[in-house]
């Protein structure tokens, strides 16, 4: 049972351009969340994705922006890049109706923009 | 979501059992309080989630007092291995926010 995937790994970008990261979930989960993790930091909440839709956005602007696939897969998409959005971007899957709402995290994107 | 605060770093040595305690003061009736731990370029690893009194799995047990203001992490016995950041958080449906967390070091 494969868990939740990333890709790609690592990714060196340029001041201004666009980036799209994506996210596989965890084999039967719907619900795609994710987040920013700067060095040194805990992770916050970017935006949420279930039934293809954004369901919750944390404090983040309009420049990020995200999909989701039928097939429950997610795209994170950064535009105009600035230096701060240097992090590691997390995904993490979950199963909508849990109540226990148990996340489960992918390993990251490790972006630097320079 | 209630915002949680605990401790910014703590020290131990092995083979001891350390406790990680987390206030959560205005936690709501349906949220939950969880346990994440995370190593260095690594994605955050559940450890436990409770609602009320005492939880216990094979790596951690979680306490919860009745008013669930607070709640303590034990983790027994830790080894080197355990050296990572834990973070505590209260979650509600589908929302989970993460605070700073706590550095904990194992020493040998």
């Known amino acids: 049972d494969a868990g939740v995937t990333q890709s790609p790994t690592h990714l060196i970008k340029t001041r201004g351009q666009q980036v799209t990261l994506r996210c596989s979930p965890k084999?039967?989960?719907?619900?795609v969340s994710w987040y920013q993790q700067a060095l040194g930091q805990g992770p916050q909440f970017i935006f949420q994705?279930?039934?293809?839709?954004?369901?919750q956005r944390g404090n983040f602007p309009d420049r990020f922006s995200g999909h989701q696939f039928p097939n429950y897969s997610s795209e994170l998409n950064v535009n105009a890049l600035l230096l701060g959005d240097s992090a590691l971007y997390l995904c993490?899957?979950?199963?909508?109706?849990?109540?226990?709402?148990?996340?489960?995290f992918g390993p990251g994107t490790r972006l630097t923009v320079t | 979501l209630a915002k949680t605060t605990q401790p910014i770093s703590m020290d131990s040595y092995e083979g001891q059992e350390v406790n990680i305690t987390c206030s959560h003061n205005?936690?709501?009736?349906?949220?939950?309080i969880t346990w994440y731990q995370q190593f260095p370029s690594q994605g955050p690893r559940f450890i436990i989630q409770?609602?009320?009194t005492k939880v216990t799995n094979e790596v951690a047990s979680l306490f919860i007092p009745a008013d669930r203001k607070s709640s303590t992490l034990s983790l027994p016995r830790v080894s080197l291995s355990d050296t990572a950041v834990y973070y505590c958080?209260?979650?509600?449906?589908?929302?989970?926010?993460f605070g700073a967390g706590t550095r904990l070091t194992v020493k040998p």
């Open positions: 993490a899957s979950s199963l909508y109706r849990d109540t226990s709402y148990e996340q489960y």
């Open positions: 084999s039967g989960h719907d619900t």
């Open positions: 994705y279930y039934e293809e839709e954004e369901r």
């Open positions: 205005n936690i709501a009736t349906n949220d939950y």
């Open positions: 409770g609602y009320k």
């Open positions: 958080l209260v979650n509600r449906n589908n929302d989970m926010r």
